[in-house]
């Protein structure tokens, strides 16, 4: 029978979810805005990529320079922090008449993602009733790719059957972060020992020689599923309204949002399937996404573009999470902090890298064949280390991270 404080601990454990999930939407919201945004200021693909690479550098200076911050002055500060950065953002796609307002808008929407990544999935956890820990991971883990799902879908539908397509979407998401930030005051501080904000220090990447065998292909399978959701967010817009002529914006925003929910049953999956089969089952999953990608851009068939997303979400879910326990397992309780944000910043330079690249090649070879050369080589890397480890597999000792 669950007890009153059990039922308020979940009931916490929710309200904290809420706010992750909102806080995470503000990041994909401009996802099937940008051709919109490209017929107003009359920019190329490869500025699309940039201003969408521009919110992973953000997401990475804070994960480097404030990795911690939630740690050091308490989770609500820093959550306050975020949907403060959250909120700049929208106020910048409102304001935007040109794309320095892009710009600033992705560059603080990525500050916003890099504090609520840590620090809302540490505060949903640290509310939950005791030994309700696993349970927390999977509300932390709905909230997370949900939210990211929820951004398209939410701006996808405002602008195709709402007025101002450019204005709404990001005016409603203000009134949801005030609204969030009104829930985060009524919540409890679970941080006890709260330090000043000059206590934040930077982390620096860490490897440790003994982590290094199970770190590389995690980071590999890691950096093709983000890759695969950066060009997956970035283009598929132009790609569904040039080649496919799918003109409507609720289908575009409900595409791109598939993928982050199948990203989200996938992670729930690695619970039941254990991370030693995980890892390279997911590996195998993304690969399949990938080589479904490169026949919906071979034959622009948008059945193959929905599997893709389908398919290839579901694989960076499996790969992430189980990515995330192995390398948690293998690497010493002192040094795991370190090794776990050098995890995320290998993962959040596939959204940037691959993407800007993508942008580069469109020019002269064009969108479609930009996309194959980019899933030609993802689909090198992720075989790569599928067949890495067939070959050495993960101990079956990190399966206990799967429960945390």
């Not at 805005?33 to 490209?38: D, G, K, S, T, V």
């Not at 948690?328 to 995320?344: C, E, K, Q, W």
Request: net charge positive; with cysteine.
């Amino acid at each position: 029978m669950v007890g009153v404080g059990d039922r308020q601990g979940w009931l916490r454990c929710l309200l904290a979810g809420a706010v992750f999930v909102v806080g995470m939407t503000g990041t994909t919201l401009p996802t099937p805005l940008y051709p919109l945004y490209q017929e107003e200021f009359g920019f190329s693909e490869l500025t699309v990529t940039v201003v969408y690479a521009v919110y992973a550098f953000g997401v990475i200076g804070v994960l480097l320079l404030a990795g911690d911050a939630s740690d050091t002055v308490g989770r609500r500060p820093a959550l306050l922090w975020g949907l403060g950065f959250a909120a700049a953002s929208a106020v910048c796609f409102l304001c935007a008449d040109g794309l320095a307002w892009l710009y600033a808008g992705r560059l603080l929407s990525g500050f916003s993602a890099g504090l609520f990544t840590g620090a809302a999935t540490a505060y949903v956890m640290d509310l939950a009733p005791p030994g309700g820990e696993s349970r927390a991971t999977l509300v932390a883990t709905a909230a997370n790719m949900g939210g990211l799902g929820c951004g398209p879908l939410l701006a996808g539908l405002l602008a195709e059957y709402a007025p101002e397509p450019l204005l709404l979407p990001f005016a409603v998401h203000l009134v949801l972060t005030a609204l969030a930030a009104v829930v985060l005051l009524r919540l409890p501080e679970t941080v006890r020992e709260r330090r000043p904000l000059t206590a934040v220090r930077p982390q620096r990447p860490a490897l440790p020689a003994q982590v290094r065998p199970v770190f590389v292909p995690a980071a590999i399978a890691s950096f093709v599923g983000f890759a695969l959701f950066g060009v997956f967010t970035s283009i598929s817009p132009a790609f569904l309204a040039r080649f496919l002529h799918v003109d409507n914006h609720a289908v575009t925003g409900l595409v791109v949002a598939l993928a982050f929910f199948a990203s989200t049953a996938g992670q729930l999956a690695v619970g039941k399937v254990g991370v030693a089969r995980s890892l390279p089952l997911g590996c195998a999953v993304l690969f399949a996404g990938l080589a479904l990608l490169a026949g919906a851009l071979a034959t622009d068939l948008l059945v193959l573009v929905v599997l893709s997303a389908v398919v290839g979400g579901a694989g960076q879910g499996l790969a992430f999470r189980a990515a995330l326990s192995a390398v948690a397992g293998a690497t010493p309780v002192d040094r795991r902090a370190a090794v776990i944000s050098t995890l995320f910043v290998v993962a959040y330079t596939g959204i940037s890298v691959p993407v800007i690249g993508v942008g580069l090649l469109s020019d002269p070879l064009g969108l479609e064949r930009a996309g194959l050369v980019f899933t030609g080589v993802m689909l090198l890397l992720v075989a790569s280390a599928g067949i890495y480890l067939l070959r050495r597999p993960v101990r079956a000792g990190a399966d206990k991270g799967a429960a945390r």
